[in-house]
């Protein structure tokens, strides 16, 4: 399992948001900055380590600051999982944070 830690006093807008898991993930300049396709460049990066923990950091303030990408980021992950363990595979995210 691969990890990577994500501050989340960095994460203040969506556009931030993008930029930061771009740069951490290293998706390529023609990420199309939505969840959508989050969900498509997390699922290769998944794929190409196993499992991926994402460790959220400070998520206090981004959960305060941004709570619908918070739920979105929840929320995709989760989706990359049962579409992973609906078709016989093992989960691809595990998110980490402390509340």
């Known amino acids: 399992m691969k990890s990577f830690i994500i501050d989340g006093k960095a994460l203040t807008t969506e556009d931030a948001f993008h930029d930061h898991f771009a740069s951490t993930f290293g998706f390529p300049h023609y990420y199309g900055r939505n969840m959508n396709a989050w969900n498509d460049w997390m699922s290769d990066q ?16 981004f959960r305060k600051q941004m ?11 989760a989706f990359l999982n049962w579409r992973a363990t609906s078709e016989g595979g093992d989960p691809l995210i595990a998110l980490s944070y402390f509340n």
């Open 46 to 61: 998944c794929l190409a380590h196993c499992m991926i923990l994402i460790h959220i950091e400070n998520v206090r303030i």
């Open 67 to 77: 709570p619908q990408l918070f739920s979105a980021l929840v929320d995709s992950s």
